[in-house]
């Protein structure tokens, strides 16, 4: 039976995600990974910072906790508005997928 998508490994569509436009599943996956990481390093250095006696640290760790949560906010903004897409739509996009006239002939 002929699939109707070609299936792709997800480290190379995290790599196609990268340079096409669009943002395709594995690349929005490795993203909330990604931001799950900074949130939990973040949660530890807040509560390093909330034992420790020096207000400069407190605040510190708490503007670099802005600044993740501003960066959150502005790429998923962004995938918002450039939208999800395939892995083969991004193929097609570079260049990358078989043409299908190709693959009839070849069979």
């Given at each position: 039976m002929p699939e109707t998508e070609k299936q792709v490994d997800n480290t190379k569509a995290l790599l196609i995600g990268t340079l096409a436009p669009g943002v395709n599943a594995?690349?929005?996956?490795?993203?909330?990974?990604?931001?799950?990481?900074?949130a939990i390093s973040l949660g530890a250095l807040l509560w390093v910072a909330l034992r420790s006696t020096s207000s400069a640290l407190l605040i510190h760790?708490?503007?670099l906790i802005c600044f993740a949560v501003a960066?959150?906010?502005?790429?998923?903004?962004?995938?918002?508005?450039?939208?999800f897409v395939t892995v083969d739509q991004q193929m097609k996009d570079l260049n990358l997928a078989e043409d299908e006239n190709k693959a009839s002939k070849a069979e």
């Open positions: 594995p690349t929005w996956a490795a993203w909330k990974v990604v931001m799950l990481g900074l760790v708490l503007l960066l959150f906010a502005l790429l998923t903004w962004f995938v918002g508005e450039t939208g």
